[in-house]
């Protein structure tokens, strides 16, 4: 068993293919239903709708951290070649950026829940759309990662192991 864990298979990973992806694709489908709660609630009156978005908010939260300590260990495993570098080191540098404004705008979800759970500042509305913009751009990031450069791939591993990828 420990053999196993210790060394790499053919996607330079210890385990069958990528966590990251998974978890962080919960973590996206939580923030955006949360803003869509967050807008149906606001337009409709139903503010029972502002409970499911704050523990989807609480959730994500939590999960983005276990999402970033997965993609940290991924990204070092695999060894990305010359051109996705730059991309890897913005999808880097936004995802622990979003975490730390996921848990700003949970923090202030709960002071606004403490304080009024049915009703929900414009303020906070016009922050879950950047949220939701930011978090567009990190999808972008990621889809590039693995659509454009191949990273974890079982070619692109092989070409970096052969050396034909810078």
Request: charged share 10%.
């Amino acid at each position: 068993m420990l053999e196993y864990l210790t060394s790499l298979n053919d996607h330079n990973l210890p385990y069958p293919d990528t966590i990251h992806p998974i978890i962080v694709h919960f973590v996206i489908a939580m923030v955006l239903f949360a803003f869509f709660c967050d807008i149906l609630g606001y337009f409709t009156g139903r503010t029972h709708l502002f409970e499911v978005s704050w523990w989807n908010m609480f959730v994500a939260t939590i999960a983005i951290f276990v999402a970033i300590i997965f993609g940290q260990f991924e990204a070092g495993l695999a060894q990305p070649y010359t051109q996705a570098k730059s991309v890897l080191n913005v999808h880097t540098l936004v995802g622990w950026s979003l975490s730390g404004i996921i848990a700003s705008v949970t923090a202030w979800r709960y002071v606004i829940r403490s304080r009024n759970p049915y009703k929900l500042p414009i303020h906070y509305m016009l922050a879950g759309l950047l949220l939701t913009v930011i978090v567009g751009v990190q999808v972008y990031l990621g889809d590039q990662l693995v659509w454009v450069y191949g990273l974890h791939t079982v070619p692109v591993v092989e070409a970096v192991k052969e050396g034909i990828l810078p």
